[in-house]
């Protein structure tokens, strides 16, 4: 089986990591005292990086794969989750100094599996240390985040992106125009994860192929600007299920173009309009996908 760029070329090193350094050497120094904290924060979009800081602060804190417990809140979000962590935090680490638990995407526990992490976290073990990564920080408890140090991984910029990519390009013997890596620079919004994406989709494509490949994943920009004007100016619903039929892009992708395009309307010109579309697209799409996407849209232009 072939494993894809983004898990090949994941990075196991702070030196690797690419972007977001001013996050990183905060981390470094953070990691550094000997007082560190024991629960960390990574917060920010999806693709650009959470969870791999997290997987490098797990091995700076020297915490062998015996002792590593990496969830994602998406299946595991109920009470007894939580309760099962608490009765385990006791117990000392199997193969090194600590234990160490990965809670991706926790926003997503239920309200009580939150306040029971919150007792989890008041009274952590000296030998125990959580790591916590979301991308929507608002929907955790208040008090939660106060417990933790928060660390904001941002999305790359499209230089970056383009830098990333021309790298793995070398490393991987093959020669992409500059004009298909730009394209793919724009249409991955800084995720690098998506950019990886992109680039395993045309591997192994004739220079033409990639070239149309490159401008079809700009004709599905060009869609989603469309829907975010359509959902704007409040066009019939008619208008707008063609264009979500015809579109062809992950909808966590569109939710954020719609809300990119929808903050910049309302900073520039204060449109109710503008802040309705804001509060139908708060939620993640991960889960729910394309009918997720399809009843944000419905309800904002009720």
């Not at 916590?132 to 929907?139: E, I």
């Not at 975010?228 to 707008?240: D, G, Q, T, V, Y």
């Amino acid at each position: 089986m072939t494993t894809s760029l983004a898990v090949k070329y994941r990075p196991s090193l702070f030196k690797n990591f690419c972007g977001n350094q001013t996050t990183v050497s905060s981390l470094q120094s953070c990691l550094a005292r000997k007082d560190h904290p024991h629960t960390f924060l990574f917060t920010g979009p999806s693709g650009c990086g959470k969870t791999t800081l997290a997987r490098i602060v797990k091995q700076k804190l020297k915490c062998s794969s015996f002792d590593f417990i990496e969830n994602n809140a998406a299946d595991f979000r109920g009470i007894d989750s939580v309760r099962d962590i608490i009765r385990q935090m006791s117990l000392a680490p199997m193969d090194g100094p600590c234990r160490v638990w990965l809670l991706d995407e926790c926003h997503q526990l239920s309200k009580d599996a939150q306040h029971a992490l919150l007792k989890a976290l008041e009274d952590t073990p000296s030998h125990v240390y959580f790591l916590l990564a979301t991308t929507d920080p608002s929907k955790l408890l208040p008090t939660i985040r106060t417990r933790c140090t928060q660390f904001e991984v941002k999305a790359l910029s499209p230089k970056e992106i383009i830098d990333l990519l021309k790298n793995i390009c070398e490393m991987e013997k093959v020669a992409i125009p500059n004009e298909v890596l730009e394209q793919i620079g724009e249409d991955s919004l800084g995720s690098p994860r998506m950019a990886l994406s992109i680039l395993d989709k045309i591997i192994g494509m004739k220079k033409e192929e990639m070239l149309e490949a490159a401008k079809q994943q700009a004709q599905a920009q060009s869609e989603s600007i469309d829907l975010c004007r359509a959902l704007i100016s409040k066009r019939p619903w008619k208008e707008i299920a063609k264009i979500l039929s015809n579109l062809e892009q992950e909808p966590e992708q569109v939710r954020r173009a719609i809300l990119g395009y929808a903050q910049a309307v309302l900073l520039k010109s204060g449109q109710d309009r503008a802040y309705l579309i804001i509060e139908a697209f708060r939620e993640p799409l991960y889960d729910i996908g394309k009918p997720g996407l399809v009843a944000s849209c419905f309800e904002a232009i009720q």
